[in-house]
């Protein structure tokens, strides 16, 4: 298969350029790619997708029980992410999470940032993660978004953009390890000569940010991964991490709050846990603290948090810092915890609890984006471009009955990538979803999930409306491995 | 290790020696019925028995015959015991420990699932079952030397072993029980090829056959018996089973061996003991089908026993 008359055509792509030449950290993919006999990826593609099903990578199909279920569509050509993009992209999430961990901490202390007036009080304490009951509340080290998932679009103009920041249980980076894996295999030479920066090494990472908030150090510290069971979607990612990791994945049943301590129960009694890696809401981790009416979660758990003898990753409230609306807020964060300008722009975002906002996002349903604050997942959002006239009449209504909830944005014209179409290449566009973690440092991974709109045009990503993802390739400029960015500064 | 996870893992291996046993009862019955001239139903009405299950058979089935039985012992979904029911099982649970089970482990197990799923779509059995029961026999085998070879022999790996012996002693207690009344000689087959041929198969169905005929030269109602029953080193026998259960069940408590500290480790010891001293002319004597009965009941005993001991996640807990 070839590259020629692949259309780039208004977009910005990621592999080619405006005129039609590879870009610099592609070229010995695409040589490869159009060196190979005819059929050949495609029997590459169908190899890679045979063993994600044998390897059980799927989710089973909702309203089927017994049978049916999918893998995540996997698509074999990797996106390249060239070396001044990447060093842009490291350093700017670097600066944005450090200052939305002191953005958290100061929320839940001193408040400054609000009595200086630089982000209104009602609109945190309005926030739908916020919580009241972690006022005051002072975790290990100050750290409280030890694992965030940022998304990161570009813009046909080439401009890379902070989308949404995830700071809850961003899900996702297994696909990184596992498209790795895959394509290791599939493209083995192109991948050594290319110099790709490696991302195995995640799950030691993980733990040993997680051993750096531990309440008990070094080896003795007993760490686990907290899952809602083995029917959430994500379950998958759950037990590999926890495989990986070689801890304990627990669910909330597994766990009691015994003598002052979390405990999980074993064959020999109850043992001692130090580190939860939780991946439920803040709302289920604890019954007594947060929804009564749950019968999840481990009841006394942050009582056992508030006294400093369990960690949870990440923090309860963090959430209040992935509110869409602070987003907005973000860039004057940087300004005011670091005194820097932000490395990364944010989408400009309209506001609509402000009246001049909410006027000029009404008048121009029809070209914006329109988001609830709360939502993700690519639910409760209106693209005004591709919505009917009766889905705008009722976007605008919840806008006017609840505008603290929505915001708005221009249309991201997101870069694409080629991906295989039968017998030739067409591009589908996408997004970037780099993990960072804070632990005694702030480490970003290098590359990270890219999420791939299969539909043509589509300019959706996300798995539960049609997208796929793609294994993404961080390109070191010298041609070899040397770790240079992945530890530069840390 | 969590209470919860070597629950899981009892039961998945279970559930997967569960499949591979059933697979093996309606293989060697369809090779039986090309050697023997007897009534479809008599033939295969005894499978239905051997799983326990006529009554839910009845309910929903005619006649016991070789297209009925063998699609309720291979892909109905309603029968708790099926293959198809046993691998989804063993298979939910090897997905809720997959972070402890080796990944060649979980992906052998999803592959024999996705194997049984896709013959189940395109009627590969109805064509030839006997192809698909030795293809699905030996993905079992190969579960089970996956998990030999790349899985710790540690205390998860244990429970494993322990539930897999369990099962396959009540399994082979089962095949015994209906088949050994079935097979007594019976005054029109007495020395005609036919009675060498059942008590074959019935050795067959154990994957028996081989060695025994290494033990003993002649097949005689009362050897076959034995060898099932009291065999110390072949690996299907109850008292094999048995034994290699109890020194699992040692190591996961580190009681030593003659001792015991718990309900299953009491219940299980004078199973073993038991087997230790039997002889088969007492057990004979006494009422072969009374006493294998009598066995299962007692390895139910055994397994609530362990479940208390290791798995109950109900205990009451200290008030925080």
């Known amino acids: 298969m070839k590259f020629n008359g692949y259309d780039t055509k208004g977009y910005y792509d990621e592999l080619i350029d405006g005129s039609g030449r590879p870009r610099p950290g592609a070229m010995l993919l695409i040589d490869r790619i159009e060196g190979l006999p005819p059929g050949d990826l495609a029997r590459r593609q169908q190899a890679a997708e045979a063993a994600l099903m044998n390897m059980g990578i799927t989710f089973a199909v909702y309203g089927d029980e017994r049978g049916a279920e999918k893998i995540w569509p996997f698509d074999l050509i990797p996106r390249i992410v060239e070396p001044e993009d990447w060093r842009r992209i490291h350093a700017g999430l670097r600066q944005r999470i450090r200052a939305l961990n002191l953005f958290i901490d100061d929320v839940y202390h001193d408040q400054k940032i609000v009595n200086d007036g630089v982000v209104p009080r009602d609109l945190v304490e309005s926030a739908g993660a916020f919580r009241r009951q972690c006022m005051g509340l002072s975790p290990p080290g100050g750290i409280w978004c030890h694992v965030t998932g940022t998304d990161l679009v570009r813009d046909d103009d080439g401009t890379i953009y902070v989308l949404e920041d995830n700071m809850r249980c961003p899900s996702g980076v297994s696909y990184v390890l596992e498209n790795r894996q895959l394509l290791k295999r599939t493209f083995p030479r192109v991948f050594e000569a290319s110099g790709v920066l490696p991302v195995v090494d995640y799950p030691d990472r993980l733990l040993a940010t997680l051993h750096h908030v531990s309440p008990v150090r070094g080896e003795a510290a007993t760490a686990v991964v907290l899952t809602p069971g083995s029917f959430n979607s994500a379950y998958y990612e759950h037990s590999y991490l926890a495989q990986q990791m070689g801890i304990e994945l627990v669910e909330a049943r597994d766990l009691v709050v015994s003598d002052g301590y979390v405990k999980m129960r074993t064959t020999k009694g109850l043992a001692r846990v130090d580190v939860i890696y939780r991946r439920i809401d803040d709302d289920f981790l604890d019954p007594l603290a947060f929804r009564a009416d749950s019968m999840l979660g481990v009841p006394g758990l942050f009582e056992v948090y508030r006294a400093g003898r369990v960690a949870l990753a990440n923090a309860p409230g963090t959430g209040v810092a992935d509110d869409k609306v602070i987003y907005a807020y973000v860039p004057k964060m940087i300004r005011y915890y670091l005194g820097e300008d932000a490395i990364l722009p944010n989408v400009p975002t309209y506001l609509c609890w402000q009246e001049a906002d909410r006027q000029h996002v009404l008048d121009r349903l029809d070209k914006l984006v329109v988001k609830a604050a709360n939502e993700s997942g690519g639910y409760g959002m209106l693209v005004g471009p591709h919505a009917t006239q009766a889905e705008r009449e009722t976007f605008a209504a919840k806008i006017i009955a609840s505008p603290r909830n929505y915001i708005a944005q221009p249309v991201v014209n997101l870069s694409r990538v080629p991906i295989m179409a039968g017998d030739h290449f067409e591009g589908r566009h996408v997004d970037l979803r780099p993990y960072i973690l804070f632990g005694e440092d702030i480490f970003v991974m290098p590359g990270g999930l890219t999420r791939v709109a299969l539909r043509k045009g589509s300019l959706v990503v996300n798995s539960s409306q049609g997208g796929g993802s793609k294994d993404t390739w961080v390109v070191d400029a010298a041609g070899a491995s040397s770790p240079s960015w992945s530890v530069q500064g840390m | ?320």
């Open chain 2, 1 to 320: 290790m969590l209470s919860r996870v070597a629950d899981s893992i009892y039961w998945m291996c279970r559930y997967i020696e569960r499949a591979e046993n059933i697979a093996r009862f309606i293989d060697v019955n369809l090779h039986l019925l090309l050697d023997v001239p007897i009534a479809e139903a008599h033939q295969w009405a005894p499978l239905v028995s051997v799983t326990g299950d006529d009554a839910d058979f009845k309910a929903r089935y005619d006649a016991p015959t070789q297209v009925n039985v063998v699609k309720f012992l291979t892909f109905d979904r309603q029968n708790p015991n099926s293959i198809y029911s046993s691998l989804w099982s063993a298979r939910e649970n090897a997905r809720s420990v997959r972070e402890v089970i080796s990944s060649e482990m979980w992906e052998q197990i999803n592959r024999s699932y996705l194997m049984l799923r896709d013959a189940d779509a395109t009627d590969r059995v109805a064509q030839d079952p006997a192809g698909f029961l030795s293809h699905f026999k030996k993905s079992c085998h190969l579960f089970a030397g996956t998990m030999e070879a790349t899985m710790t022999h540690g205390e998860a790996w244990h429970f494993g072993r322990m539930g897999k012996l369990i099962e396959r002693a009540e399994k082979t207690s089962r095949i015994l029980d209906v088949k050994y009344f079935m097979l007594l000689p019976r005054v029109d087959y007495v020395g005609s090829p036919y009675d060498g041929l059942q008590w074959t198969a019935l050795l067959r169905s154990a994957s028996a056959f081989e060695m025994y005929r290494k033990k003993h030269r002649t097949i005689t109602p009362e050897d076959v018996a034995a060898f099932l029953i009291l065999d110390c080193d072949f690996p299907r026998s109850m008292h094999y089973c048995v034994i290699k259960a109890n020194e699992s069940l040692h190591e996961i408590t580190g009681t030593p061996m003659g001792e015991f500290t718990n309900r299953a480790e009491q219940r299980l010891g004078r199973l073993v003991g038991e087997l230790d001293y039997s002889e088969i002319s007492e057990i004979i004597a006494g009422g072969l089908h009374q006493y294998l009965d009598s066995f299962q009941a007692r390895l139910n005993d055994i397994g609530a026993a362990i479940h208390e001991s290791f798995f109950g996640f109900g205990s009451p807990v200290p008030a925080p």
